[in-house]
Nanobody
Framework: QVQLVESGGGVVQAGGSLRLSCAVPGRTFSNYVMGWFRQAPGKEREFVAAISRTGITTYYADSVKGRFSISRDNAKNTVYLQMNSLKPEDTAVYYC???????????????????WGQGTQVTVSS
């Protein structure tokens, strides 16, 4: 079982910034494609961003492109989501996800990910 430990959520005013972190202790972190998803109340879980195992390739949802940035530090077994210019519509529970890179076909698809974190709440007030 792969454990994903998220942190960094909170309450912020519109226009503010937050950085989420997701640690994957005790694993060969560099073998995993990592993703961030979010789920707002009453809505389906949606793709936010993903990053290849080397960090060279990144993917973003159109709704966050230019505002959010995903990165990873393979030496620290951690992936980050820097969120800038936050909007009230970014309010959701944010989930970190991982899957072995050899299994990944489409990093934007929820079902492609084998492992999930517990989620961290992000609330953006207007």
């Amino acid at each position: 079982q792969v454990q994903l430990v998220e942190s960094g959520g909170g309450v912020v005013q519109a226009g503010g910034s937050l950085r989420l972190s997701c640690a994957v202790p005790g694993r060969t972190f560099s073998n995993y494609v990592m993703g961030w998803f979010r789920q707002a109340p009453g809505k389906e879980r949606e793709f936010v961003a993903a990053i290849s195992r080397t960090g060279i390739t990144t993917y973003y949802a159109d709704s966050v492109k230019g505002r959010f940035s995903i990165s990873r530090d393979n030496a620290k077994n951690t992936v980050y989501l820097q969120m800038n210019s936050l909007k009230p519509e970014d309010t959701a529970v944010y989930y970190c996800a991982a899957t072995p890179s050899g299994r990944m076909v489409n990093p934007r698809v929820t079902n492609e990910y084998a492992y999930w974190g517990q989620g961290t709440q992000v609330t953006v007030s207007s």
